[in-house]
């Protein structure tokens, strides 16, 4: 179990500029979860994957967001044209299906400038 | 809907002093709850967790907690603080419909020396 493994882990970009993220899931977990944090908040849900179809988007998602699973495996978030609004912790997590509770990564860190 | 109160930002505590992390919570079915904990930059690390029997449920670093279904209520407690207790800790819930967890704001726990 090596952990859930996000890259990178930080990001500064500026406004207008397009940005992907990538999450590797403990091997053996067929679900994988995207949540954003923003600074004194909890984590807030985006999306869900249970092995590559996406099965739940959150009203937070809008449609410059877009996240994929092709495999179900790794998968990919993408922020297109980004805003300073977007600056945040972009926590994965992952979990089996015989297992409720998930297990995070250490986030990637976004800074829009 | 799911939701969770956490209604301290901050809890201060002396070293070897008990410590009690508050949370209630609202499903309408039959909630699944959770314990976070997350250090300066990284990630959450799981703690423990209550699905169903025994309402006091221990899990890492000595820390329990304690559900009650008529208080709606998930209190993290510990019996003795460490000075390296000291983190942002946060109380999620998920409804049996859900696959999803929903997060409360987070508590910073201070334990002074």
């Known amino acids: 179990d090596t952990g859930v493994s996000q890259d990178p882990r930080h990001k500064i970009t500026k406004r207008g500029q397009n940005v992907t993220f990538r999450c590797d899931p403990i091997s053996e977990h067929n679900r994988l979860y995207w949540y954003r944090q923003t600074l004194g908040q909890g984590p807030e849900f985006l999306t869900y994957f249970q092995n590559e179809a996406q099965l739940e988007k959150s009203r937070l998602l809008s449609d410059r967001f877009s996240a994929e699973r092709p495999k179900g495996s790794f998968s990919t978030l993408e922020i297109q044209r980004t805003e300073q609004g977007d600056s945040a912790m972009y926590l994965c997590?992952?979990?089996?299906?015989?297992?409720?509770?998930?297990?995070f990564g250490q986030g990637t860190r976004l800074t829009v400038v | 809907a799911q939701s969770v109160a956490q209604p301290e930002d901050q809890v201060n505590v002396a070293e070897g002093n008990p410590l009690t992390v508050k949370c209630t919570y609202s499903v309408s079915g039959n909630p699944y709850l959770f314990w976070y904990v997350q250090y300066p930059n990284r990630g959450l690390q799981f703690l423990l967790k209550?699905?169903?029997?025994?309402?006091l449920v221990k899990g890492s670093y000595g820390f329990e907690a304690e559900f009650n279904k008529s208080q709606t209520s998930f209190h993290l407690k510990k019996p003795s603080a460490l000075v390296s207790d000291s983190a942002l800790y946060f109380c999620a819930v998920r409804d049996l419909g859900y696959s999803t967890l929903t997060f409360g704001k987070g508590t910073m726990l201070l334990v002074s020396p």
């Open positions: 997590a992952s979990s089996s299906q015989g297992k409720t509770e998930a297990f």
């Open positions: 209550y699905i169903t029997g025994d309402n």
